[in-house]
């Protein structure tokens, strides 16, 4: 890294000490331990138990596939499904596609499918895949997430009510 000192002629005027070098980057290391050394909250560790536990009983039930789009909302439901080694992932970037495709995968195994997409209108998205599921007998599972409470009818995006 390079610095000017401001005086003309001083030493340190240029690349910077091998001592503040070590110096910086124990400085560094030291704040990394920190960080990683402070625990999740317990609503995260909570969720992320719960989750486990829900993709280890669709697995045990004899789901094998799940298809996923990426969201940062649904982000701990993707990371349980993929970490879940009975079972296979698939990425979509658009939901309505991982809605058909679940479908799809559905129709040619015979079991169940996972599809999971982020909040809001994403979840809207899926709504022509859950029809032809329904009406083709077509056994889909739909994980989605949601935006907390407090962010529905104030004009927040990707909030619109999931729960009704």
Known sequence: MLFRSGR??????GRRTAHHNAAHHQAHR?????IAAVPDPPYAVDQCRMLRA???ELARCG?????TSPGSRNTPIVLSLVREPRLR????IDERCAGFFAIGA??????????TCTSGTAAAELMPAVVEAHWGRIPLIVL???RPAELRDVGAGQAIDQVK
């Open 30 to 34: 030291e704040a990394l331990t920190s």
């Open 63 to 67: 789901m094998r596939e799940a298809c």
């Open 54 to 56: 829900l993709v280890d």
């Open 106 to 115: 559905a129709r040619a195994s015979g079991r169940p499918v996972a599809v």
């Open 144 to 146: 989605t997430a949601d």
């Open 89 to 92: 992932c698939f990425s979509h």
């Open 8 to 13: 003309p002629g001083h030493r340190a005027a």
